[in-house]
């Protein structure tokens, strides 16, 4: 295996091993012992004729009951073959995915955010197939070819060392046309797998905003951007193709000046006696063996390249914005979490947020609270770590967030957003993520998120659909308020996460997580009722991305400033 250009690579490449090497030593066993067949079968066509011209019936039952014993073993061994090389590539095939998969999730928010899921999708499905045939079965074919070739000439020289030299001599053409466009063929396809990357994130784009398409009648519009990206991947995919015709095309001529030589050259042998007619007819079909490797063994090498840069590329990809790695904190909150002027804009020239100053105690409850645009949801995602790129600092029981470990942050912070994604599995595995909990904790989330009356008429093995399409938007709420609180971190940030249910259900939800013991809560709200602003320790207003005002519910009353104002104009 050759040592690839990035080292993060040599990772997929041992994937593709781990646990599997006894399955692919045995398939080269197999292939070494297989290629003869096609030597033998050769040897014993000319055997045939030279039976035939010297009219030897003993002979020919020899020949004959060795044909039987050839044809049962060479079938015996062909089928271990293809076993043991089915075997190791499908299993090669998803562990090399699997760790592609994890090298992706293992991501923080914030390295994910700033990239193409589009891309991922093209590498694990259009990309992983061209891996799967260029690369892991075509290794084997080209082993196979190269000990195929090499045994034709070694046969052929046994022979007749004169037609063996006319051989490799009329050979140089075919190769030298199968390496120098198999070059070219590797640069197509690298670009073919690029385009495809792009139409993927084009599609996916396109089908994510259907309803934005028809709500806006731009369907016209929308079909003209997918009819060019379609027609530009298309376009380079029918260059590859053609490039593949021309190149087999080339090949066939060069062969065909081959075969043909040998042909006449091996007659003319024949008519001076120097050798047998038999001879001459295994030499023909000896040269099928020379010629199958020169046309395929440059073509397949140039896949197997192509193929080899895809990998490279997955590591890149998989590589790049990995995120930081930094000091693991325990899940614990013991102190507090303090911002100490954090400014923080996704334009460096348009801050969202200006010299914020915030010290969110443990254990204790916070109301976030301002107009839209005012910076609440940024300042939420600031704390879940999605993005390093704020001034001043922000931490953690005295460690600096952005050297924090983003897995030991997500064991101590969780966040209820506003969008919900749901998996199209059922309503339990939805709010279990996929894991086993105690019954009791599962039940006890379900009815603090208000999801007990849902979970009685349809059954927690309800399937949710995609994206949640089975449920209401209030439903879908309810499921992503009961993950959290069955994750049950020290540290719980909510952002508008009642906005989609009716005021009744939204009142005791969120009076059901402000009663929970021992967690330190950060509630954004537009929802400002008295008998919840009162139970929160302290209320932060928000107005042009800086805290303008900061106390409890009372204190912010009595003060008749902004947060006056904004109370009073919700609750008209």
């Not at 992706?104 to 955010?113: G, H, L, V």
């Not at 030298?176 to 640069?187: D, N, Q, R, T």
């Not at 996704?346 to 947020?353: F, N």
């Not at 009162?534 to 409890?552: A, M």
Request: hydrophobic fraction near 45%; proline fraction near 2%; glycine fraction near 6%.
């Amino acid at each position: 295996m050759k040592k690839p250009k990035n080292p993060a690579a040599r990772q997929y490449y041992r994937a593709f091993y781990q646990g599997n090497r006894l399955r692919f030593v045995l398939a080269l066993v197999l292939i070494t012992l297989n290629f003869p067949a096609n030597l033998i079968g050769s040897w014993l066509l000319g055997e045939v004729i030279d039976v035939v011209a010297a009219g030897d019936l003993p002979w020919l039952w020899r020949t004959l009951t060795f044909t039987a014993l050839f044809v049962a073993v060479e079938l015996l061994i062909s089928a271990a073959m293809y076993w043991a090389k089915s075997s190791f590539v499908y299993k090669a095939l998803a562990q090399y995915k699997a760790l592609a998969f994890k090298n992706i999730s293992e991501k923080s928010i914030s390295a994910f955010s700033r990239e193409n899921t589009g891309r991922y999708i093209s590498i694990l499905t259009n990309d992983a197939a061209s891996v799967e045939e260029n690369y892991l079965k075509r290794s084997f074919l080209l082993i196979h070819y190269i000990l195929l070739f090499f045994g034709t000439l070694f046969m052929m020289f046994w022979y007749s060392p004169v037609l063996t030299v006319a051989t490799i001599l009329l050979s140089a053409m075919p190769l030298a046309a199968s390496l120098l466009m198999g070059k070219e063929l590797a640069v197509r396809e690298k670009t073919v797998s690029d385009k495809n990357e792009g139409f993927v994130s084009q599609l996916k784009d396109l089908l994510s905003g259907f309803t934005v398409i028809k709500s806006f009648k731009a369907e016209r519009e929308t079909g003209q951007i997918f009819d060019t990206s379609n027609q530009d991947l298309e376009s380079h995919k029918c260059r590859r193709y053609w490039w593949e015709c021309l190149l087999t095309a080339v090949s066939g001529f060069c062969s065909n000046i081959l075969q043909f030589g040998i042909f006449f050259l091996g007659a003319y042998l024949a008519i001076r006696g120097d050798i047998t007619a038999g001879t001459m007819l295994i030499f023909v079909n000896l040269c099928n063996f020379v010629i199958m490797p020169i046309n395929i063994v440059p073509q397949y090498w140039a896949s197997r390249k192509a193929a080899a840069a895809l990998i490279e590329k997955l590591a890149e990809v998989t590589e790049e914005n990995a995120g930081r790695t930094g000091e693991a904190i325990a899940p614990a909150l013991n102190d507090a979490i303090v911002l100490d002027n954090v400014t923080f804009g996704y334009d460096a020239e348009q801050p969202v947020l200006e010299d914020v100053s915030l010290r969110l105690e443990a254990g204790k409850k916070y109301a976030l609270v301002g107009a839209s645009g005012s910076g609440k949801s940024t300042l939420l995602n600031l704390l879940m770590g999605a993005h390093d790129g704020y001034s001043g600092s922000i931490s953690i029981d005295g460690k600096e967030l952005r050297d924090v470990d983003p897995n030991s942050l997500y064991d101590l912070i969780s966040l209820i957003g506003q969008s919900v994604f749901l998996f199209d599995d059922t309503i339990r595995r939805n709010i279990t993520m996929f894991r086993d909990f105690p019954v009791e904790q599962v039940d006890m989330a379900v009815c603090r998120s208000g999801l007990k009356p849902l979970m009685e008429q349809r059954g927690e093995d309800y399937r949710c659909g995609e994206n949640g399409m089975g449920l209401s938007g209030g439903e879908r709420q309810r499921v992503s308020i009961a993950r959290c609180l069955l994750r049950g971190t020290p540290v719980l940030l909510l952002d508008e996460a009642t906005a989609a249910l009716d005021n009744q259900t939204a009142f005791a939800v969120t009076d059901a997580i402000l009663h929970l013991d021992g967690l330190t809560r950060l509630v954004v709200t537009h929802r400002l009722e008295e008998a919840l602003l009162e139970q929160y320790d302290e209320i932060i207003v928000l107005r042009g991305g800086r805290v303008c005002e900061r106390d409890t519910y009372r204190g912010l009353m009595e003060r008749k400033g902004y947060f006056y104002s904004l109370y009073n104009v919700t609750n008209e």
